[in-house]
């Protein structure tokens, strides 16, 4: 082959290249919202997750106990998250002792009960304080851009694709309410 071809193969090669990097950055993950960007211990393990992973989505947290009158919500919140996670809602379950003392135990007793029980299979964070003078930092900034703080178990924050926080929903809101329900189905047709 004479060395014009060779350059000319190269120079496509290279075009090609360079057009498939540029597309690569233009189709990258949106960038982490700062409500997002921050790491918690999955409850199961203690392995560190990054909120970011969900960056995207439509997420709804919900503060949680194992020992409550409304813990029976965790079978509203697996059934909301099942209908849902394949278009894009996740749920994100942070378990708290904060509210009469209704989550006594260990992350590993923790984590058996929600799978034993209601067969959890949404995203569970080891427990921490979601209320009071030092709640967990995703809480804190929840508390600040809501101006409402959890009154007790089973509180709920909602977020939209961009990271923002849209409403929050009192422990007597259950989870497959229509109120909660009607809302996620909306932003799930938003684009982010």
Do not use: H
């Amino acid at each position: 082959m004479p060395p014009e071809t060779y350059r000319l193969v190269f120079a496509r090669f290279f075009t090609l290249l360079a057009f498939l990097l540029v597309a690569q950055v233009t189709n990258a993950a949106p960038s982490c919202s700062p409500l997002l960007s921050q790491t918690f211990p999955r409850l199961q393990d203690d392995a560190p997750q990054n909120l970011c992973q969900y960056q995207g989505k439509v997420i709804l947290v919900v503060n949680t106990a194992s020992f409550c009158g409304f813990t029976s919500q965790y079978e509203g919140l697996e059934k909301v998250y099942a209908k849902y996670k394949d278009k894009g809602l996740v749920v994100l379950g942070f378990p708290s002792n904060d509210f009469g003392q209704q989550e006594p135990g260990s992350n590993k007793e923790i984590a058996d009960f929600c799978k034993n029980t209601y067969d959890v299979k949404f995203p569970m964070f080891a427990k921490s304080s979601v209320s009071g003078s030092n709640p967990n930092p995703l809480f804190k900034m929840l508390i600040a851009k809501t101006g409402t703080t959890p009154k007790w178990n089973f509180y709920k924050y909602l977020i939209d694709r961009n990271g923002n926080v849209v409403d929050s929903y009192g422990s007597m809101t259950k989870p497959t309410s229509s109120s909660i329900t009607a809302e996620i189905e909306k932003l799930l047709g938003e684009k982010s």
